[in-house]
């Protein structure tokens, strides 16, 4: 929490904001990973990782969430990995970077012009998979920051980045319901 409050000091929009999100974002993680067991996952890892996930917004100009920064938010991604690298946390900056949709490759990010370092941002540890997934299910917008989205709003919102992108979704879906992999 003391690294959540340094960048999103208690009392301000982007704190409140944000703080219901990583709570939103964190229970479902954890759910998931209570349900695959501490053989297949890291659940403290997990936990921290998928509350610490979005620390990067900060860099952003987001000022719907109280951010004004000057980056696109895109871009919170990477930028979440160097605050945490820089605090010590190098697994947890990997969440932050990876954590995007169902992830962005080097070719995506080149082919598409984002504004972003040309690198894979894919999620490699199933730990990365599972914050990455629950965070799909939850908007930082303040009218929607309550509502869980439903798997087809999910599917939807995927779906106008590419049909991988929902294929994926879905083999994580299925495994993370049943616990069994695809």
């Not at 370092?117 to 490699?124: G, I, L, S």
Request: proline letters at 5%.
């Amino acid at each position: 929490m003391r690294i959540f409050n340094t960048y999103y000091p208690p009392g301000t929009k982007a704190h409140d904001i944000l703080l219901g999100h990583s709570h939103k974002v964190t229970e479902k993680a954890g759910l998931i990973a209570e349900k695959l067991g501490s053989s297949r996952v890291n659940l403290k890892f997990v936990q921290e990782a998928a509350f610490l996930h979005d620390i990067g917004i900060c860099r952003t100009h987001a000022p719907e969430l109280g951010c004004h920064g000057d980056l696109p938010y895109l871009a919170h991604g990477y930028k979440g990995r160097e605050i945490l690298e820089e605090e010590g946390f190098p697994r947890h900056a990997l969440v932050c970077e990876r954590h995007i949709g169902v992830g962005l490759t080097a070719r995506e990010i080149a082919r598409d012009k984002l504004p972003l370092p040309v690198r894979n941002m894919v999620p490699k540890t199933l730990e990365e998979e599972i914050v990455a997934y629950a965070d799909l299910f939850f908007s930082k917008n303040p009218l929607e920051n309550d509502e869980e989205r439903s798997v087809e709003a999910v599917r939807q919102s995927l779906e106008r980045f590419g049909r991988d992108k929902v294929i994926v979704f879905d083999q994580w879906h299925r495994y993370f319901s049943t616990g069994v992999p695809v």
